[in-house]
Nanobody, 114 residues
Framework: QVQLVESGGGLVQPGGSLTLSCAASGFTFSTYVMSWYRQAPGKARELVAT????????NYAASVKGRFTISRDNAKNTMYLQMNNLKPEDTAVYCCKVDALGYWGQGTQVTVSS
C-alpha cells in the first residue's frame, strides 16, 4: 500500500535551517507530482511547494520562495524540503502528499523559536 513517511523536523532558532525528508513506497514514485504542505495551529493547511515527476520544475508559496528548496531523488523514492532562514511563522506540521493519489504522510513538526 502507499506509504509516505516524513522525517527531519525539530526545534530550530530563527534564521536556522532544517531539511525534511519524505520516504515513499507502494507506488511508482518517479511518475508522480509530489508536494509539501504545512498546517499551523488554528490555521488552514497551506501548500508549500510542488515538484514535477522528473524533478526539473518546482513551484513555491510566496511565503517561502527564496528560502525553501524542494527536490527529489527518484532512485531513492524520496522527496526533500531544504528550509533556510526559518522564521517563527514557519512553525507548523509539515506533510508530504502524492497529489494524484490523495495520500498523505503523518507529518513532522517544525518549531521555530528562540
Amino acid at each position: 500500500q502507499v506509504q509516505l513517511v516524513e522525517s527531519g523536523g525539530g526545534l530550530v532558532q530563527p534564521g536556522g535551517s532544517l531539511t525534511l525528508s519524505c520516504a515513499a513506497s507502494g507506488f511508482t514514485f518517479s511518475t508522480y507530482v509530489m508536494s509539501w504542505y504545512r498546517q499551523a495551529p488554528g490555521k488552514a493547511r497551506e501548500l508549500v511547494a510542488t515538484i514535477r515527476s522528473a524533478g526539473g520544475v518546482a513551484n513555491y508559496a510566496a511565503s517561502v520562495k527564496g528560502r525553501f528548496t524542494i527536490s527529489r531523488d527518484n532512485a531513492k523514492n524520496t522527496m526533500y524540503l531544504q528550509m533556510n532562514n526559518l522564521k517563527p511563522e514557519d512553525t507548523a506540521v509539515y506533510c508530504c502528499k502524492v497529489d494524484a493519489l490523495g495520500y498523505w504522510g503523518q507529518g513532522t513538526q517544525v518549531t521555530v523559536s528562540s
